[in-house]
């Protein structure tokens, strides 16, 4: 298995601009989750899918962010407007079910100037 | 009080000798504790996942779980330079498939 796989790995944009970062998860892992590492917050929980189903979404900073899943292998979380406190590593990870550790993708490193 | 705490570090322990890091929590609720190793620009990495009271030994790593205590702590032994990297506490909190993580404890093994 290829792992959970994240696209771009590096992505720098202007302020205002829009961003999609791009996740695929395990095959057969049913849940989807998208984290945010800063050095200042750690690793924050954005939101959480189960069965392509958004389950909670309590993370997401706000309106400016939305995440889809619109099947079994593909999820997408988007900024816009994008901003400089934006700037974190984002993470998709995946796991089988309740109480299974996660696999994470490699990240998007998101810089916003 | 954070719901999982982790002292950040840098804990700093010669190659050989056994590094242990310790992580606390707040809620009583949690049933699933898992340990991450994440190098520095890396993705985290599960090294282990321990579900009930006691010892669980997996090659040089022990997790070890007090419920009552409310903490969860990582034993490696025989320390070795690549095994400096900083370490992640995750556990669930409220809905089972949700972890919450601490914000790591930074280990350097020094040769």
């Known amino acids: 298995d290829a792992g959970v796989i994240q696209s771009p790995r590096h992505e720098v944009t202007e302020m205002g601009q829009e961003v999609t970062l791009r996740c695929k998860p395990i095959s057969g892992h049913d849940y989807l989750f998208w984290y945010r590492q800063t050095m200042m917050r750690g690793l924050e929980l954005l939101i959480y899918f189960n069965n392509n189903v958004p389950i909670d979404d309590s993370g997401m900073p706000e309106d400016r962010f939305s995440a889809k899943m619109p099947n079994a292998s593909f999820s997408t979380l988007k900024i816009q407007p994008s901003e400089p406190r934006d700037s974190a590593v984002y993470f998709c990870?995946?796991?089988?079910?309740?109480?299974?550790?996660?696999?994470f993708g490699s990240g998007t490193r998101l810089t916003v100037v | 009080q954070k719901e999982v705490e982790q002292n950040s570090g840098p804990l700093s322990v010669p190659e050989g000798a056994i590094a242990s890091l310790n992580c606390t929590y707040s809620?009583?609720?949690?049933?699933?504790f898992f340990w991450y190793r994440q190098y520095s620009g890396k993705s985290p990495e599960l090294i282990m996942s321990?579900?009930?009271?006691g010892d669980k030994e997996d090659g040089r790593f022990t997790a070890q779980l007090n419920k009552a205590s409310q903490y969860v702590s990582l034993l490696i032994r025989d320390s070795q330079p690549s095994d400096s990297a900083t370490y992640l506490c995750a556990l669930n909190t409220g809905t089972a498939s949700k972890l919450t993580f601490g914000t790591g404890t930074r280990l350097q093994v020094t040769l």
């Open positions: 809620d009583r609720g949690s049933q699933s």
């Open positions: 321990i579900y009930s009271n």
């Open positions: 990870a995946s796991s089988l079910g309740t109480g299974d550790g996660y696999t």
